[in-house]
T-cell receptor
Framework: KQEVTQIPAALSVPEGENLVLNCSFTDSAIYNLQWFRQDPGKGLTSLLLIQSSQREQTSGRLNASLDKSSGRSTLYIAASQPGDSATYLCAAPETSGSRLTFGEGTQLTVNP | DGGITQSPKYLFRKEGQNVTLSCEQNLNHDAMYWYRQDPGQGLRLIYYSQIVNDFQKGDIAEGYSVSREKKESFPLTVTSAQKNPTAFYLC??????????????FGDGTRLSIL
């Protein structure tokens, strides 16, 4: 059964800082891995989907990497802004690919 | 615009009452999912459906029921058997491919509370 862990649980940084969020998973036989953002009281917004054949995926100031052999993914946020404040969740599929297992998220606060 | 619509946004349940949460999508996705989120926690899967007229239990299906009569709709009923229903409920959908069901798109959620 897939298990997903995110470290740290919470992170507070000053505006402009570059930061890294970590995600680890136990079953490395995954097709892909997905990063989401959740604002308070809202649903999840998909940020990046990395296929197993890729090592990185970029969208604007966000860069996600995937290392299947070590069971790890990282989300790098460059030049952080107060608007980046949210909870970031990663999700890895079960081997069948039909369902996702979510980490508990990293709550990010970017201070002006 | 294509997307997922959940209603209502807020719902209150009385003791012994069944309530139904609505989820509709116009993305033409085959797969749909229901998750429960408790404060400060990640998402836990309640039920999912990969095709019309078929669905599977997730990790916490007890006290819940679903139906999938139409591709666009996947309503969730929280029954009186669910003793701790207060939570944030999220519906999602995705395409089905040979390499798994991704990516998942989410609605804005329904917050359920006990009166």
């Amino acid at each position: 059964k897939q298990e997903v862990t995110q470290i740290p649980a919470a992170l507070s940084v000053p505006e402009g800082e570059n930061l890294v969020l970590n995600c680890s998973f136990t079953d490395s036989a995954i097709y892909n891995l997905q990063w989401f953002r959740q604002d308070p009281g809202k649903g999840l917004t998909s940020l990046l989907l990395i296929q197993s054949s890729q090592r990185e995926q970029t969208s604007g100031r966000l860069n996600a990497s995937l290392d299947k052999s070590s069971g790890r993914s990282t989300l790098y946020i460059a030049a952080s802004q107060p608007g980046d404040s949210a909870t970031y969740l990663c999700a890895a599929p079960e081997t069948s690919g039909s369902r996702l297992t979510f980490g508990e998220g990293t709550q990010l606060t970017v201070n002006p | 615009d294509g997307g997922i619509t959940q209603s209502p946004k807020y719902l209150f349940r009385k003791e012994g009452q069944n309530v139904t949460l609505s989820c509709e999508q116009n993305l033409n996705h085959d797969a749909m999912y229901w998750y429960r989120q408790d404060p400060g926690q990640g998402l836990r899967l309640i039920y999912y459906s990969q095709i019309v007229n078929d669905f599977q239990k997730g990790d916490i299906a007890e006290g819940y029921s679903v139906s999938r009569e139409k591709k666009e709709s996947f309503p969730l009923t929280v029954t009186s058997a669910q003793k701790n229903p207060t939570a944030f409920y999220l519906c999602a959908s995705s395409t089905r491919t040979g390499s798994g069901n991704q990516p998942q798109h989410f609605g804005d959620g329904t917050r359920l509370s006990i009166l």
